[in-house]
Nanobody, 119 residues
């Protein structure tokens, strides 16, 4: 069992930046793909980004390419999502997820953290 926990959400103006963190604990002997999904109010949960166990492979949704960057600290079992040039449409609850396979589908989920981008 892997437990993941997010942190770092908040309120930011359009054009601003936020960094989310996700720490994995429990059976983190890997390999695990980790990444993020998001769910806006009244919408379905959607894939945002994923990173491989080694950090050598990443996958981004088209809507965030060039603005969001995922990275991984293997020693700390932590992934980071740097979000720049934020838009109001990025407003959502962001969920960290971990999976034993690629692509990331979400075998293990965090509780979510709210990101709100004001216009």
């Amino acid at each position: 069992q892997v437990h993941v926990a997010e942190s770092g959400g908040g309120l930011v103006q359009a054009g601003g930046s936020l960094r989310l963190s996700c720490a994995a604990s429990g059976r983190t002997d890997g390999p695990y793909v980790m990444g993020w999904f998001r769910q806006a109010l009244g919408k379905e949960r959607e894939f945002v980004v994923a990173i491989s166990w080694s950090g050598s492979s990443t996958d981004y949704a088209d809507s965030v390419k060039g603005r969001f960057t995922i990275s991984r600290d293997g020693a700390e079992n932590t992934v980071y999502l740097q979000m720049n040039s934020l838009k109001p449409e990025d407003t959502a609850v962001y969920f960290c997820a971990a999976d034993r396979g690629w692509p990331l589908r979400g075998e293990f989920w965090g509780q979510g953290t709210q990101v709100t981008v004001s216009s």
